[in-house]
């Protein structure tokens, strides 16, 4: 047993290396990325196609999908107008950093002034994983119930922002938001979150007036 720790604390110790290397890309090209993660049809691709909409052509995106198989979402971001690039992980539940900086060589970053990393739906497996993007954001969704910061409290823990996603739904789920933002609040005081619906666009200002803000602090960090 030991053994095997040791060699998972190299591979993890690795990717932090290269989770590095990507992130002075990114800073070097003023880039302000964000890793979407969540569990499967929370609204990663969804969020990502309502951003692009809402930011309206204010700043160059590029879109990187993780998935299994398939281009399903790349081109789902590609159609809202990003530049996108499809990592099929062919199994893994989740993308690490070798894989992003494989994205990223695939990217002008100097034309690019937001990264959007979707992350292999997942709630145990991409938190372990960095990547080196400025910002971890965990889409919940209504309908998955609101007892997951309790059962996933890795994936709350070390997330810089929440989305509550599909908010349309809560009068016909039931989802009692107080007892799950206690379970978040346990595990993370303090965590900044947005309340929205990527159906009906309650909520969406908000969330991207704080993203325009992001991009707009890492231009002047530059
Ligand atoms: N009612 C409702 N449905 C939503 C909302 N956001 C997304 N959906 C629906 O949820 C389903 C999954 O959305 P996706 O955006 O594909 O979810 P995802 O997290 O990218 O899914 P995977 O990449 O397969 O893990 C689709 O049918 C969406 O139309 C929302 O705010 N409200
Ligand atoms: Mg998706």
């Known amino acids: ?50 951003t692009l909409e809402a930011l309206g052509g204010r700043y160059k995106v590029a879109a990187v999908d993780g998935d299994v198989a398939t281009s399903i979402d790349a ?17 893994e539940c989740h993308l690490d950093a070798v894989m992003l900086s494989q994205a990223l060589a695939q990217i002008d970053l100097d034309a690019t002034d937001l ?4 992350n292999v739906g997942n709630l145990i497996c991409p938190a372990n994983f960095q990547l080196g993007t400025h910002c971890s954001v965990l889409i919940a969704s209504v309908p998955e119930g609101d007892d997951k910061p309790y059962k996933y409290p890795g994936m709350y823990q070390g997330v ?49 007036a704080w993203i325009a803000q992001q991009v707009e602090r890492q231009t002047e960090v530059e």
């Not at 070097?28 to 979407?36: D, E, G, I, P, W």
């Not at 739904?169 to 799950?180: A, I, N, Q, T």
Request: charged letters at 20%; hydrophobic letters at 45%.
């Open 1 to 50: 047993m030991s053994q095997r720790i040791t060699v998972v604390e190299k591979i993890l110790g690795a990717n932090e290396q290269l989770a590095a290397a990507n992130r002075c890309l990114l800073d070097k090209a003023a880039v302000f990325s964000l890793n979407l993660m969540a569990s499967p049809g929370a609204g990663k691709t969804s969020l990502i196609e309502q």
């Open 75 to 91: 081109d789902r971001a590609a159609a809202a107008g990003a530049h996108a690039v499809q990592i099929n992980t062919g199994g």
């Open 115 to 118: 990264l959007i990393v979707e």
């Open 160 to 208: 810089d922002a929440l989305v509550i996603n599909k908010v349309d739904l809560l009068p016909y789920v039931e989802f009692d938001m107080d007892y799950f933002r206690r379970g978040v609040e346990a595990l993370n005081p303090g965590l900044i979150s947005f309340s929205l619906s990527c159906r009906t666009g309650e909520g969406l200002s908000e969330w991207t």
